[in-house]
Structures are given as C-alpha cells and as structure tokens.
C-alpha cells in the first residue's frame, strides 16, 4: 500500500544505548523530515532532507544522526540515548516543502 | 526566529457549539496551512490558503488568511465530537515549515 510507515511503533531504551528509528515512503517524495512532539513544544524539527545523500539540520539536531542514501528511506538514529530524548517521533514527506503527509509517529521511551 | 502563536490552547465544548482558533505571527508567511492530529498518529493536512485575504470551506470548516499574511483563523460551525484533536497550523517559511503551538480541541455530545 502507497504511504509513509514508521518502525517501531513503541520502544522503550536504556540510557546510553544507540535507537535507530525507521521510516519508508512509497511515494518517492523528493522531501523528508524528522519531527519530535512534546507537550509544552510543539512540533520541532530535527532534520530534514530534500533529496537523498542531501540532509540538513533543523531546529533541534543534537544527539541524533540522519542518512538517506536511498529516496524512500530516512532513518533517524540516536547515537547515546538519553532521557532528554523521551518523546513521540513523527517522521514526514513531501514534493516540496509544504503539504507534508505523516507517519503515525514512534513513541520512543528513555529510562 | 519565526514564530506561530495559537489561542487558545486548550477548548472544550458541547456538541453544536461554534468556535474560532487563532494562528498569529510577526513574521510574514508565503502560505499557511491547517492541520489536524487524532490521539496517536500523526498530523493530516486540512488546507493550505496562500492569498491575502484568502477564505476557504471544508464543509463545517472555515479558513481565512489575514490580509497580511501574518495570521490565521479557523471557524468550526456546529462542532461534532469527530472534530475532537489538536488543531496546528503552520507557517511556510524561508526553507521549511514553521508549526504552530497547537489547540486542544474536545467536543462532548
């Protein structure tokens, strides 16, 4: 089925362990985009891509890793876990940089 | 930094009621969008307006772009419980979209 679908859908990790979260699109959208959503922030972007071997840095890039090496794909690595980053992930593509269509979010838990 | 600032942040009404959602900003945008997110998945695109001034539908819906293309609002006519969720607008910016603070909308029957 056409659509964005992230992995997992729950996690919960140790502190200091490295977290890959997944995210694939059978669009070939040109864009995709990491979001993180916590009450009291919003939706902050950690980073984005606008076309594979292409990424950038958004709001919040510290402590995680991207790669696109192929245009469906954007994993989302974080390198050491830590509490700081508890929060509920949401993964996006596009054809250009509005109209966004989103994943149904991982929640990822650090204790 | 631009920002989006939306009021209020949280709204709870009864079934049938009408309401407004506010979206501002002292930023200048090319285009707004409205999105809306259901308890555990991720944000859906309503609509996008883009002209100054611009008004759209969505059935029960109305969207209007301020004549300066720094605010937004949202009108919901007769609210239904399936209009339950958070309501976020978001800014087009200079390479990236701008999201909201959000607005917490809970309607009982």
């Known amino acids: 089925d056409a659509g964005i679908t992230q992995s997992p859908r729950y996690k919960i990790t140790e502190t200091g362990r490295q977290v890959t979260l997944m995210c694939h699109q059978t669009?070939?959208?040109?864009?995709m985009f990491w979001y993180r959503q916590d009450l009291g922030h919003g939706l902050r972007l950690i980073y984005y891509?606008?076309?594979?071997?292409?990424?950038d840095k958004g709001e919040v890039p510290d402590g995680y890793v991207v790669s696109r090496s192929k245009t469906e794909n954007f994993p989302l690595t974080l390198e050491s876990a830590t509490r700081s980053q508890t929060s509920v992930y949401f993964c996006?593509?596009?054809?250009?940089?509005?109209?966004?269509?989103f994943g149904s979010g991982t929640r990822l838990t650090v204790v | 930094t631009q920002l989006l600032e939306q009021s209020p942040q949280f709204l709870s009404i009864q079934e049938g009621e009408n309401l407004t959602v506010y979206c501002n900003s002292s930023s200048v945008f090319s285009s707004l969008q409205w999105y809306r997110q259901e308890p555990g998945e991720g944000p859906v695109l309503l609509v996008t307006v883009v002209t100054g001034g611009e008004v759209k539908k969505l059935k029960r819906l109305t969207f209007q772009f301020g004549d300066a293309r720094k605010d937004s609002s949202l009108h919901i006519t007769a609210a239904q419980p399936g209009d339950t969720g958070l309501y976020l607008c978001?800014?087009?910016?200079?390479?990236?979209?701008?999201f909201g603070t959000g607005t917490r909308l809970q309607v009982f029957p």
């Open positions: 891509s606008a076309a594979a071997d292409i990424t």
């Open positions: 996006a593509s596009s054809e250009s940089w509005y109209g966004y269509t």
């Open positions: 978001a800014g087009v910016g200079t390479d990236k979209l701008i």
């Open positions: 669009w070939s959208h040109s864009y």
